[in-house]
C-alpha cells in the first residue's frame, strides 16, 4: 500500500488556482504531522507549508497569503489550496508525513504543478 498519494497538479495560466490533495493511510496520517515541499527543476526541495505537531501551520514567506493547508481528519487527507499562483511556482509538489517524536518520514512521489506566463 502506497502510504501517500497525491493528486491535483496540473497545468495553470499565472494568477490561476489549484487544489492539492494528499491521501494518507489512517496510521499514518493519525501520528504524523502533515506537510508540502516542492522541487523546482535545479534546485533543492523545500518547504511550502506544514503542520507542526502542536497543529500549528507554518508556511514559506514566497507562499504566505497565497497558499493555504488543511486537513481533513476524517478523511485522512491533507489539503494544499493555492490560488494566485506565479510562474516561479511550478515544481513537483510532494507531500510529506513526519512521524511525531520520531525520525520516520513518508513521501509521496509527487506531483507536478506548471504555472504558465
Known amino acids: 500500500q502506497v502510504p501517500l498519494v497525491e493528486s491535483g497538479g496540473g497545468l495553470v495560466q499565472a494568477g490561476g488556482s489549484l487544489r492539492l490533495s494528499c491521501a494518507a493511510s489512517r496510521s499514518i496520517f493519525s501520528v504524523s504531522a502533515m506537510g508540502w515541499y516542492r522541487q523546482a527543476p535545479g534546485k533543492q526541495r523545500e518547504l511550502v507549508a506544514a503542520f507542526t505537531s502542536g497543529g500549528a501551520t507554518n508556511a514559506a514567506d514566497s507562499v504566505k497569503g497565497r497558499f493555504t493547508i488543511s486537513r481533513d481528519n476524517a478523511k485522512n487527507t491533507v489539503y494544499l489550496q493555492m490560488n494566485s499562483l506565479k510562474p516561479e511556482d511550478t515544481a513537483v509538489y510532494y507531500c510529506?508525513?513526519?512521524?511525531?517524536?520520531?525520525?520516520?518520514?513518508?513521501w509521496g512521489k509527487g506531483t507536478l504543478v506548471t504555472v504558465s506566463s
Open positions: 510529506n508525513a513526519r512521524v511525531v517524536g520520531s525520525v520516520v518520514n513518508y
